[in-house]
Structure formats: C-alpha cells, structure tokens
C-alpha cells in the first residue's frame, strides 16, 4: 500500500465516463498485443464465496498472461468462514498481495473488505452488481455495433445483480436502457432513480416485446441466480413470474434486424433463453465471454496504475 488511497473497482456508478472509457481503453489496447509485461512482479488474491467458470478463469488467466501471479482464494477454506472478522483478513492480504478481486453474496462485504485493505479491491460479482460483466459486455457492443452511446438495449427477465449493473452502465455510457421484468422482480428504486439523476434513460415495463422493440442489444439472464438458491421456494415462483420472459426467436424479431443477443453465462435453455437464439447468429456470448478477459486486464491495468 502507498500513501494515495487505493484505486478500488466496486461500481460503475463510481467512476467518471472517462474513466471507464480509459479502462476499456487499454483493455481494447491489451487485446491486440501488448509486448510488455506490465504485471511483472505483483500479485493478485481472487477470493470466492461463490461458484465461478469465467470470472475466476479469465482473472487467473489475464494476470498470468500480463506477466503477474495470481493465488486463488475459496472462502470456504479461509479464516474468514470460521469467524476472522474481514477488516483483520483485508489488512493481512493487503500486505501480501498488490491486488483482491472478490465475489462475495453480501455487497456489504466487499466494501467492508475496501474500507480496510490498502491495496485496490476489483468486485467480482455481489448480490447487487457485476461491473466487470458489464465492461466486457459494452466492450463486446462496441466491437461488433460500434459505439454504444445513444443507442438501445433491452434487459428481458429478472432484475438481478446483472440488471442492476446494466442501469449503472447506462449511466455511464449513455445508452438507452429498456428492462422488462414482472413487477415483483424489478431492480430496486433507488438505482433506477440514480441513473435517472444521472440523466440516464430507465424504461421499465411488464412487457417484453414492449422493451425489446427497436433494440440494437436484447439481454437477459437466469431466472435463479445464485443469491436466490436459499432453498424457500421462491425459486419455482420465479419460474412462474419469468415464464412469459424468455427470449425467443418469436420476441427477437421484435428488436431491430441487426439486434445482438447478449447474455453473461451460465445459460439454461429453454428457460431464459432459447436454444434457436443463443445459438443462433445473433448470440455474441461467446465473444463476451472471451471478453471478460480483456475488459478485466483494462481494470487491472488501470486499479494498478500499470497503464
Ligand atoms: N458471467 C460470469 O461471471 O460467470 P461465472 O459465474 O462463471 O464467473
Ligand atoms: N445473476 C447471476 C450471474 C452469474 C454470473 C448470478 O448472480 O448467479
């Protein structure tokens, strides 16, 4: 830790726009060859209280392939699972390691981890947000539709974490965001009214083909994300509410000729997604994924003042 206070990567409601476009940036830059090795002698914790394909791959990944060493860190085994408060866990790491990615249930747990440690703390995913599956998905808009800004994207389904994420990008990126979600599973207000204040255009409605009329983007997500798997019940409810959300070549034809498919993975078909769309031409989810890479690297890159 130094004497300027860490560059945390909590929320995108954090930053200033040129900042953002500063990490997508070098992310764009680090995807097409960087010779050098900028992460050359640092070393970045990734802790995980929650299952992970992509984010712990693409981080493990990245890092190594800027030339950084990485120690992966499931919460289960720390000290932390048995009571070690988290302020004593962020202070001991930070004077191990230059960076900690974290993927926690509880948001309250990552700021918690930020407030006390000295080195930068990158959100890997909390109850509330996904930042860094939304850089790579503004990446993956832009590589393939040009320049985000002004136009529309639809979000069909829950309003989860993801969701949540996409209203703060709006935000930032200054996009048009329309989301269709049963009225009991829209995102909370306060992030709506914040976008909103921000100047951000936040359409919420019931009804899919309403929201996805037109857009350049239609995204959704799984109906039970990993926060809901409490076993109450409520995961055969939002079965239920979300049935008449999935995204299906009859409601894509509603968006515009061109319209992409986006979704962050894990996918179930036949659920929020239908097989004919996520497979079809229009799905970019792979490219996304493959994103998560350099949208990540450009977050690093930036939280580690490497560029
Ligand atoms: N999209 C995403 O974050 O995937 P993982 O849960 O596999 O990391
Ligand atoms: N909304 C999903 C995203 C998984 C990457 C979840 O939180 O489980």
């Known amino acids: 830790g130094g004497e300027h206070p860490p560059r945390h990567f909590l929320e995108l409601m954090d930053f200033e726009p040129a900042t953002l476009r500063r990490m997508l940036d070098l992310a764009a830059q680090t995807k097409r060859g960087l010779g050098a090795k900028p992460l050359a002698g640092k070393t970045v914790a990734l802790i995980f209280e929650k299952p992970s394909t992509r984010t712990r791959v693409s981080f493990e990944v990245g890092i190594r392939q800027l030339g950084g060493d990485v120690v992966y860190l499931n919460a289960r085994d720390m000290q932390s699972s048995r009571g070690e408060e988290l302020s004593d866990t962020a202070k001991v790491l930070s004077r191990y ?7 926690t249930h509880d948001v309250n747990r990552i700021r918690e981890m930020a407030a006390h440690a000295t080195v930068p703390v990158i959100n890997g995913l909390t109850d509330i947000s996904h930042p860094c599956q939304l850089m790579a998905d503004v990446l993956t808009f832009e590589e393939h539709r040009g320049p985000i800004a002004g ?21 930032r990126f200054g996009f048009t965001l329309r989301l269709a979600t049963p009225a009991a599973l829209r995102p909370p207000q306060w992030v709506i009214d914040w976008a909103r204040a921000q100047g951000a255009t936040i359409e919420l409605t019931e009804d899919p083909v309403e929201a996805v009329r037109g857009a350049r983007c239609v995204v ?13 019940g409520s995961a055969p409810n939002r079965h239920n509410l979300l049935a008449p959300y999935q995204v299906t070549p009859e409601l894509m034809r509603h ?10 993975l894990p996918a179930h078909r ?10 079809g031409p229009q799905s970019v989810v792979f490219d996304e994924a493959e994103n998560r890479l350099h949208a990540q690297k450009g977050v690093l890159l930036w939280a580690l003042g490497a560029g």
């Open 151 to 171: 136009q529309v994207v639809a979000w069909v389904g829950d309003g989860n974490n993801v969701a949540q994420s996409f209203i703060q990008a709006a935000a």
């Open 270 to 279: 036949g659920e929020e997604v239908a097989a004919e769309v996520i497979d």
């Open 97 to 103: 390691v230059d960076a900690i990615m974290m993927r």
């Open 255 to 264: 968006a515009a000729p061109d319209a992409i498919f986006q979704h962050c």
């Open 220 to 232: 959704t997500d799984a109906w039970v994300s990993m926060n809901d798997e409490t076993g109450d």
